[in-house]
């Protein structure tokens, strides 16, 4: 049974419960006044925790560490339980939230043999309080959801761990299972082959670990079927009548509590894409159009019948030449005759020919077209892109034409996650964005600095003319790197990226591994390689999220991990998500920056720079100028970034407004 006054009593928002028989936050309308002064709030910097602060608290609770060691395991779970009930009827603080986190560090410690330390204390506090913890790579973050699993659970909430991807939410999931099992709570963890009985038991699981796109493709499911959204009176006659639970009904039971790891990636990364759940159709654009707009694409010349619009991602036509106009294809419908229909689709092949490309935003395995995740560098399985995009890409690789597609669901993870009662999160790297997390999730940034300082050593970024120089140079570093018995981690933007660093390492005679789509299976093997003495890793991002490289003693004494970062990306976050697998927990570790004039993200945004960079070969200067160039070019594209993820949440809001409206009239 759910216990809401401890959500409450935890939580510095207040919630409103929704009117819909499934036990999540209410959808307010605010006025425009009331936004903008609560939106002011997000102009605040991030909260820095000192560590005098962490420390005050960590004896709090280590001043129960004598008492409850002497405890059995009965009597310490009872103690546990007794400090919660004790917490649904008073306001919480240090003080009464100390007891029940002392109970769990000592069961921890039971379990695996270790005690959490000050600033993992400090993180479950902030998650509990629905509040976005930003700790340091290294730090046991999954421990520390854990903890706050482990705590919201056993007042009989529901508990939602999400991930970026359904491996490591198996993953967190066993690994942390014993230490619920010793409070008696169950837990589970969702993966996309399951089907939906079993679906059903993971989620009514106390805690259960899943990924994000799981679990809103599950709760548009329930909305598909008319579960979980009609009105509270309604459902309860209906158990009157055919004896059936509401949460039997749903897939998803509730929105009580909910930890997104990796926040930042899963709130701002993936949200500008929403998610939607449709059906397969014959679809509006026939297959002999399809080709036929991509062999007239292809007739068409850049700069001069069209523009590329490569930093909006965007292609400018306006009309077809006269003389490039291919004939359309006999027998289709007379729609692909107008001037404008057909204008918009050739747009579109364009699109799919100048900006997506192979080994970069999409991969072919067994003759299907798969999207690659630019920001983790995994592969999105059973996605496809929308109004036609996905087939053009196809007829231009020349592989089988999937069927169109209808939509029955959309929803933004923006408009999802805000209907939770409790929200919280973890990452690394919140500082970047915490005024759009306060403005769109209403989560305030908490920064925690490491347990222990970090002896991570920054070198001065390399700038080459071009990719082939920046390349060999890369394989050069890497291997006199490697031969002081350190472990060196090469990370790149893209699959193609990392084939050609794998090629000049190669050239060189120089033993490595490669990571990206392709080997994506065999990833946990690879990491747990990445540490070992001499190594040489190539990955795409896949290595800089949710992925812990241990390093062997002798690579620790050697000097540790060294990072090469081969291309600066659109957001700083990422970039510093890779330089953090180095340095972990007080290691000793370094990074360099090795990138060329003809990255596309500085020809996109930073022309004047490559062009004195060019001219310059001062290295220092260099460093410098590169260093500025790179804050331009970052500033930049976050601003557009922010501006289509403002943009389609407010579109998502004003859609889901006329549907209620348009369900209201009906």
């Known amino acids: 049974m759910s216990n809401l006054s401890v959500i409450k009593n935890l939580s510095l928002q207040p919630f409103y419960l929704s009117h819909v028989s499934r036990e999540e936050q209410k959808d307010r309308e605010l006025h425009k006044f009331e936004i903008f002064f609560a939106n002011l709030i997000g102009w605040i910097p991030a909260k820095k925790i000192s560590r005098r602060v962490i420390l005050k608290f960590s004896k709090k609770i280590t001043q129960y560490k004598p008492e409850l060691s002497y405890q059995e395991d009965e009597q310490l779970i ?67 959801a854990g903890m706050a699993s482990t705590f919201m659970a056993a007042t ?31 837990s589970g963890s969702i993966n996309s082959e399951m089907e939906i009985p079993e679906r059903k038991q993971n989620y009514q699981q106390q805690i259960c670990y899943v990924s994000a796109n799981e679990i809103v493709f599950d709760y548009l499911k329930d909305h598909i079927s008319g579960k979980g959204t009609q009105p509270r009176q309604i459902e309860n006659l209906r158990h009157l009548s055919f004896g059936q639970t509401i949460n039997e009904t749903m897939i998803v039971p509730a929105l009580h509590f909910c930890i997104v790891d990796e926040a930042d990636s899963v709130f701002i990364d993936e949200a500008q894409t929403p998610m939607v759940i449709s059906q397969e159709a014959e679809g509006l654009i ?30 400018h036509i306006d009309y077809l030449p006269e003389d490039k106009i291919i004939p359309l294809p006999e027998g289709v419908r007379p729609i692909w005759y107008n001037h404008a229909w057909k204008i918009l689709l050739v747009q579109q092949a364009l699109t799919a020919i100048h900006l997506y490309h192979k080994d970069q935003q999409y991969i072919i395995q067994e003759n299907k077209i798969q999207i690659v995740d630019e920001s983790t560098g995994r592969i999105m399985a059973d996605r496809s892109w ?107 933007r893209s699959i193609e990226a990392s084939e050609s660093i794998s090629d000049a390492l190669t050239a ?153 409206f348009a369900g209201k009239i009906y």
């Open 286 to 315: 026939e297959p002999d159009v399809i080709h036929w707009a991509i062999e007239q694409a292809k007739q068409l010349e850049a700069h001069t019948d069209f523009e590329i619009r490569e930093a909006e991602h965007h292609i």
């Open 508 to 660: 060189l005679n120089i033993a490595h591994i490669v990571l990206n789509a392709r080997q994506d299976s065999q990833e946990a093997a690879i990491i747990a390689e990445a540490g070992q003495s001499g190594k040489i890793t190539v990955a795409t991002n896949m290595a800089g999220r949710g992925t812990d490289i241990k390093l062997h003693l002798e690579t620790k004494q050697a000097g540790g991990l060294h990072v090469i970062l081969t291309e600066f990306h659109e957001s700083a976050r990422i970039d510093r998500q890779l330089y953090g697998r180095s340095g972990r927990q007080g290691d000793q570790g370094s990074c360099v920056a090795y990138v060329s004039g003809t990255d596309e993200l500085l020809l996109q945004n930073t022309k004047w720079f490559v062009y004195l960079l060019n001219i310059i070969s001062i290295i220092f200067i260099q460093h410098y100028l590169l260093i500025l160039a790179v804050k331009h070019m970052q500033k930049k594209c976050q601003k557009r970034a922010y501006r289509n993820r403002i943009s389609m949440f407010k579109q998502d809001k004003k859609l889901n407004s006329q549907i209620g």
């Open 78 to 144: 009872q103690t546990f339980h007794n400090a919660l009930i004790e917490l649904s009827t008073k306001k919480a603080s240090h003080n009464n939230v100390a007891i029940v986190l002392a109970c769990i560090g000592e069961a921890i410690y039971r379990v695996f043999n270790i005690y959490p330390h000050p600033v993992q204390f400090m993180g479950a506090y902030i998650l509990l309080t629905g509040q976005l913890a930003e700790m340091p790579t290294g730090e046991g973050k999954t421990l520390v």
């Open 156 to 186: 009989g909430n529901y508990v939602h761990v999400l991930t970026t991807n359904a491996y490591l939410a198996q993953r967190d999931e066993e690994e942390l299972r014993p230490l619920f099992s010793f409070f008696k709570l169950s």
């Open 386 to 492: 929308e109004q036609g995009l996905h087939q053009l890409i196809e007829a231009k690789e020349g592989v089988e034409l999937s069927k169109g597609r209808d939509t029955l669901a959309k929803m933004t993870f923006q408009r999802f996650f805000r209907r939770y009662l409790l929200l919280s999160g973890l990452t690394g790297t919140g500082l970047e964005v915490s005024r759009e997390l306060w403005m769109i999730y209403r989560l305030k940034v908490c920064q925690i600095p490491p347990n222990i300082p970090s002896k991570r050593q920054q070198y001065r970024h390399r700038y080459f003319k071009t990719n082939d120089q920046k390349y060999k140079a890369i394989a050069i570093h890497a291997r006199s790197i490697a031969d002081q018995n350190r472990a060196v981690l090469i990370g790149t």
